[in-house]
């Protein structure tokens, strides 16, 4: 089974609007983490933000905000007021306590292109 | 500023020849990774060093090996490179994790290998 889902492929918004990216995560640990990395077209990969399994909070860094539904399992990430360079993949990524070596798990990505 | 350094940018192989992706963090990190990424797909571990002097098997080892030379380099060796192998190759590096540590996974710019 998929531990790590990304249901969307690809998606488009209007420059200047908000988008969610849809992750949705599968552990039996109480203790984990969840992390969203951007991979523009030139290839590299860039974090963005983290969630604790334990944070009360949704993280937010910037334009950058994560809806985290602990029940439901899922750590969306927000992009508020899309910029034409946030056309990139995003991929979400957990690390699972029992996971020895801080290793991550990714899911397949999400393609968001920015329409000017 | 170099972070993680990956050589070399791109490769072309036959069929057959062996080939060491170099791999170099210069942030004291304790833990280093090699993960391959297949077109529009996430990443997938192939093997991971936790701390300098071990490593471990991802979830894609078959065909590979590695070297944790010390703590700032980490290599991957294709002994005998086959076409299913054509991918990017993606080095990261992280701090050790203490508790549910927020370190995030730094990555470097990738090497293209094709194999003929």
């Known amino acids: 089974a998929q531990k790590i889902t990304q249901t969307q492929p690809g998606m488009f918004v209007q420059e200047k609007e908000a988008v969610t990216l849809d992750c949705t995560y599968d552990?039996?640990?109480?203790?984990?983490?969840l992390f969203w990395y951007k991979q523009p077209s030139s290839g590299e990969m860039i974090f963005l933000i983290y969630?604790?399994?334990?944070?009360?909070q949704n993280a937010t860094e910037g334009r950058y905000s994560l809806n985290f539904q602990k029940a439901r399992k899922s750590a969306n990430l927000v992009i508020s007021a899309s910029q034409l360079g946030d056309s990139a993949m995003y991929f979400c990524?957990?690390?699972?306590?029992?996971?020895?070596?801080?290793?991550?798990?990714f899911g397949g990505g999400t393609r968001v292109l920015v329409k000017p | 500023n170099a972070g993680v350094t990956q050589t070399p940018k791109f490769q072309v192989l036959k069929t057959g020849q062996s080939m060491t992706l170099q791999c170099a963090q210069d942030?004291?990190?304790?833990?280093m990774y090699w993960y391959r990424q297949d077109p529009g797909m996430g990443l997938r571990l192939i093997y991971y060093?936790?701390?300098?002097?071990?490593?471990d098997k991802g979830e894609v080892p078959n065909g590979y090996n590695v070297s944790r030379l010390n703590k700032r380099e980490f290599s991957l060796r294709l002994e005998s490179a086959a076409p299913s192998q054509t991918s990017v190759y993606f080095c990261?590096?992280?701090?050790?994790?203490?508790?549910?540590?927020?370190?995030?996974?730094?990555f470097g710019d990738g090497t293209r290998l094709s194999i003929l």
């Open positions: 990261a590096s992280s701090r050790r994790r203490t508790g549910d540590s927020n370190q995030p996974q730094h």
């Open positions: 552990t039996s640990d109480q203790s984990y983490g």
């Open positions: 969630q604790g399994s334990y944070d009360e």
């Open positions: 990524a957990m690390r699972e306590v029992k996971a020895a070596g801080n290793k991550l798990t």
């Open positions: 942030m004291n990190h304790n833990s």
């Open positions: 060093s936790a701390s300098e002097g071990t490593t």
